[in-house]
């Protein structure tokens, strides 16, 4: 059997799933201040009256770094960045403990100012003597050559508990990105890792000492050891694990969008022929940009719990959520209480739903049963709107080749898939206002929590090879070996596989269920000299697909 | 965070799949560095600097400027379509407003197309900036035009284009004639008759340094552009003056481009030449970037650069000042050198031959425009290329006069169809394209 949690914002959903289907699920609501018991007594619930020595497998998923970053509630880190020709890296200032050092590498990967090991020493033991534990070390075109990290590295290990290099965080280029990043995991280790220690415990402690898994933003997972790494990246699992709820439910060889209702959220996102899209660079919310591999969701600040209010005789919802919908004993009226007026919901009281709608009625001049509507339509309309918007930008995404460029797809889904609590409802009044097909998933209150059980363990390599340089390098991965002048695309594709597979069964992979490999990019370049040709740079990224383990397809029908 | 102070479009189209053959410049890495320093600077992610997905043209946005023979399609691929693309996805970007300006980084290049393309020279079919402007002009209406070429070739194929037209402003900086492809653009070089010293060829001598480079911007191509007040600037922003670039011989930096943007303030730049693609392209097209978003470039250095090295001697600066007196003086005379120019209603006939060097074809051509007060004058024009067809053009310009546009249907007529391959009548007042 295995289980899955997700760790809402709202809500905490956990399942225990068999081949047999569904045996267990619970819907609790999260207390902010101790995840650590809302994940706890999930479990406990949970495993009452099973034999822990069934379980084969756990998938969480929180939010407990995506609450450390918004509440600002993450550790002082040192950051060391050496940037070369460029912007002025001051501009990425992560901190107070933020340097700027010497050294310089090209786009090639080529040495063109080296580290001063004085300036680094220095700062080293400015940082011991703040009591800076963590730091991170990120130097522009690292993915290309990471030395300069690494002897920066050595330096600073006398000094710190432990350093953090960019080149491991991602085989792309995006030095900012990098440095956000870097930060990041930085900043969130210790948070991470102690909480999770402290998870691992209490499980072994009730008999469960499976190892864990943690689900990732791109809908993957990856193992308790590897997330200590990059802790980083659990960043976003939430809307991850919805998208992987919906899976089972898309049309094949088509596209669908996935809405999924929270109680202070909504978070869209798409599936092509049953896969998630993938964000190009990473994760991005606002003026917040990573290299963090995640899928493409993004959220809009409406839930069923939303506050609804009359502010210039114009209805507003959200994005605030005041607390639960009056029908549940809230403060203020909701989207939800719109629901219950309506008489679309038998759950929640009555008589405080219609107090909280009737308030928004008279400010309006309308009845309640018109207000109650209006709420609910706005809502569908401004998340549809959004998801349009998301649509249209997808689709004027630019493209590098002449190739792509005569190939783009453009993606134009015909089914909207809905989950959460309200998810029936909103199908039905959305296919009524804009003639898409609308469904609610079966399970719709706990596919989340299906989606993070069943999601297997994804990951990207990138791979370098430069003939003329005689290398092929997967920095990330710590990979580095000499080549011939005649090391083809097939050679290349081959080292890729190789690497790919390791890292997976190393972040937790089944050995025996890695079929899902794509090359998500293959490029070649002649290097010429003076005219004639003297070598060529290949490069591919390939990556395990994020999707579902096999064995529990009864679960879903 | 990094705020973009002005909000500035680009379009990145390096056509990674494209080459005119394997070892060629113009090959599928020439912007790849270049896409792994913007990418890594994060460029894209600041804001206020927007991404756009190239268009592709129409053979009728080509056929607003050029008379492709035998058609369209024979001397183009779909590369050169997008690349004209780009930059028309930049122009509507630009001028409906939802961004202060912008640059095309594509390829393949444009700029030595001429008005008859009967196929590639100098690594160019098909004249992308000549294409852009066209579609400016039917589409927004826009009258006057300052193209400022800043590539280290002289720009003949737009100044061919442009050469009979008052309303264009064209200027062209490039390593002098003598020295480099394709020979020409000397200061005597002003224009037709109807358009004297709306055309400005400035040769700078080799060993040209940022500082005389910024000495012609500052004390020729700005005060001229301040007296001609266009309604938009176009850059033909080529980067093959830069000091490694493997085919010229000048001294210019990516601090200098950088500053020439600045200066010269272009509401859309288009990448023309450049070929030193790992020691010039990465660092230029940055400065260039920063420079249109107002954004700090001070730190973009080539890891090389040595000023002292780069320094332009006594004699350069010298040639420089001359030159930059002697196009003065031809801007300054320019009514006066169009009214010697010819009696309107006149017919003047130029002789000329083209060789297309990329694509090895020798062409002849005879040209006749009507001399005018009013318009820049109907063409005809007379060409036969080896190997390729005999055909007769007729060009009606945008602005024509009602005699203009008469003379042009006359020439139409009149033209022997049994004598020419093919005729073709490009009438811009209608956006009409007859071939007969």
Known sequence: MIIGIDVGGTHTDAVLL??????????????????????????????????????????????????????????????????????????????????????????????????????????????????????????????????????IKRILNKYVKKVFMGHHVSGNLNFPRRIVTTHLNAAVFSLHKSFFEAVQQSLSEMGLTIPIQILKADGGTMSLASSMVFPGQTVLSGPAASIMGAIPYAPKKKDAIVLDIGGTTTDISFLVDKTPLLEPMGIQRGRYKSLIRSLRTDSKGIGGDSTVRVKDKELMIGPDRQGPAMAFGGPEPTPTDALVVLGLMPEGHQENARKGIHRIALELGLTDLEAADQIFKKCCTVILKKTFEMIDKLNSQPVYTVHEFLEGYKISPRIILLLGGPAPYFAKKIEALYQIKAVAVPEYSVANAIGAALARTTCEVSVNADTEQGIVTAHEENFAEPISKTYSDDDLIETAYTLLKEKAVNSGADPDNLDEVEVVEFQKFNIVRNFSPRGKILRTKMQLKPGLIKGFEKVLH | MLKAHQKTGLVFFPAFDWAIDPTHPEREERLLYTQDQVTEEGIFDIDGIIEYKPDIVTHHDIRRVHFCVPDEQTITTQSHLISAGGAKAIADAVLNKQVKNGFALVRPPGHHSMRVSHGGRGFCHINIEAIMVEYI???????????????????????????????????????????????????????????????????????????????????????????????????????????????????????GYAELTTLLKPDIAVLEGGYSIEGALPYVNLGIILALAGLDYSGVVEPDFNAEQLK?????????????????????????????????????????????????????????????????????????????????????????????????????????????????????????????
């Not at chain 2, 080799?206 to 700005?222: D, F, K």
């Open chain 2, 137 to 255: 002009r039917s589409q927004f209406g826009i009258k006057r035009i300052a193209i400022v070429d800043t590539d280290c070739h002289h720009g003949d194929g737009t100044n061919d284009i442009f050469w009979h037209d008052p309303d264009v402003l064209f200027i062209s900086l490039h390593q002098d004639g003598r020295t480099m492809y394709p020979g020409t653009g000397f200061p005597g070089e002003l224009g037709g008759p109807n358009a004297k010293g709306s055309n400005l060829n400035i040769p700078l001598p080799p060993g040209t340094s940022t500082e005389g480079y910024l000495y012609v911007i500052r004390n020729c191509v700005l005060p001229v552009l301040e007296e001609f007040k266009p309604d938009l600037i176009v850059n033909s922003a080529g980067q093959d003056n830069h000091y490694t670039d493997p085919l010229t011989n000048m001294n210019f930096s990516a601090q």
């Open chain 1, 18 to 151: 068999s081949s047999n289907g569904i045996e267990k699920k619970i819907k609790v609501s999260t207390d902010s201040a101790d995840l650590f018991h809302t994940i706890l007594s999930s479990f406990t619930q949970l495993l009452d009256n099973i034999d822990p020595k069934k379980i084969q497998r756990v998938v969480i998923s929180t939010t407990l770094t995506t609450n450390a970053i918004v509440q600002k509630n993450m550790d002082p880190v040192g950051m060391i960045v050496s940037a070369g020709p460029g912007i002025d890296p001051k501009e990425f200032r992560t901190g107070k403990h933020y340097y700027c050092v010497s050294g310089s590498i090209n786009h090639r990967g080529i040495e063109k100012a080296s580290v001063n090991k004085m300036e680094i020493e220095d700062i080293a033991k400015e940082l011991k003597q703040a009591g800076i534990e963590y730091v991170g070390v990120v130097s522009k075109f690292c993915v290309r050559n990471p030395n300069h990290e690494i002897l």
């Open chain 2, 312 to 436: 332009q001697s006594v004699s350069t600066t010298d040639k420089i000042k001359k030159t930059t007196d002697l196009v003065n003086s031809y801007w300054l005379q320019k009514d006066e050198l169009r009214q010697k120019a010819g009696t309107p209603g006149d017919l003047q006939v130029r002789h000329r031959e083209i060789f297309y060097d990329t694509d090895n074809i020798f062409e002849r051509q005879k040209e006749k425009v009507r001399v005018c007060r009013d318009c820049g004058g109907c063409i005809e024009i007379d060409s036969n290329a080896t190997p390729g067809c005999h055909m007769l053009a007729v060009h009606i310009p945008i602005n024509a006069c009602k005699d203009c546009i008469e003379a042009g249907y006359k020439f139409f007529d009149q033209a022997d169809k049994t004598k020419f391959d093919r005729v073709f009548l490009q009438d811009r007042p209608n956006d009409s394209y007859t071939i007969k």
